[in-house]
């Protein structure tokens, strides 16, 4: 079966820091993967997919960045984060372009 | 006019009720309609998928999908407390992009 693995769940990290949030998915290949960004009381806002290996498509002009250097794995980084960054982050890998299935999330504060 | 649109509530229901949640979509080419599930700080998870015109009926869940009036709905009888949560409308877009509603938060009240 399929799973996908996100980590950490929780971060807290000062303005200016960088960062890195990576993403696994196990039991599929080539998948379609997907970093949202929800925050408090919102709905998901897309902000990278990929469909292969270092294809990455940009949904939101920001401080953030993707990559995608292995099949299944995908890494969302900043070189500097900004207090607006905060929020839930959600890596999500799609099977054949139907459903969506999630990781745990990491809940990001930036002070 | 958003894609996906959806009542952000909270839609208060008493326990035991049906709970009635609705989505509407602006792509007329859209093909596939999810429904999902999120707890208070959890990830979302799918409940139900529906292609076709019509019902979708899954234990306690139905999917009511009305292409030419452009929108699915999610119908829960005998609400429990366990079913609060915001339900999460996602619409697969005719190239294939899933497209999020921003949620209905549902309350369901012993």
């Known amino acids: 079966s399929q799973t996908i693995h996100q980590w950490p769940a929780t971060l807290v990290q000062p303005v200016g820091s960088p960062l890195s949030l990576e993403c696994t998915v196990e039991?599929?290949?080539?998948?379609?993967l997907y970093w949202y960004r929800q925050a408090a009381g919102r709905g998901l806002q897309l902000l990278f997919y990929?469909?292969?290996?270092?294809?990455i498509s940009s949904e939101v002009p920001q401080n953030l960045s993707a990559s995608r250097p292995q099949d299944r794995q995908f890494i969302l980084s900043s070189k500097k984060l900004l207090l607006s960054d905060s929020g839930f982050y959600l890596c999500?890998?799609?099977?054949?372009?139907?459903?969506?299935?999630f990781g745990q999330g990491t809940r990001l504060t930036v002070v | 006019q958003k894609e996906v649109e959806q009542n952000s509530g909270p839609l208060s229901v008493p326990e035991g009720a049906i709970a009635s949640l609705n989505c509407t979509y602006s792509?007329?080419?859209?093909?596939?309609f999810f429904w999902y599930r999120q707890y208070s700080g959890k990830s979302p998870e799918l409940i139900m998928f529906?292609?076709s015109n019509g019902d979708k009926e899954d234990g306690r869940f139905t999917a009511q999908l009305n292409k030419a009036s452009q929108y699915v709905s999610l119908l829960i009888r005998d609400s429990q407390p366990s079913d609060s949560a915001t339900y999460l409308c996602?619409?697969?877009?005719?190239?294939?992009?899933?497209?999020w509603g921003a949620g209905t938060k549902l309350i369901i009240k012993p």
């Open positions: 792509d007329r080419g859209s093909q596939s």
């Open positions: 999500a890998w799609e099977r054949a372009n139907t459903e969506a299935f």
């Open positions: 990929s469909v292969g290996i270092g294809q």
């Open positions: 996602a619409v697969n877009r005719s190239n294939y992009q899933l497209i």
């Open positions: 529906i292609y």
């Open positions: 039991g599929t290949s080539n998948p379609n």
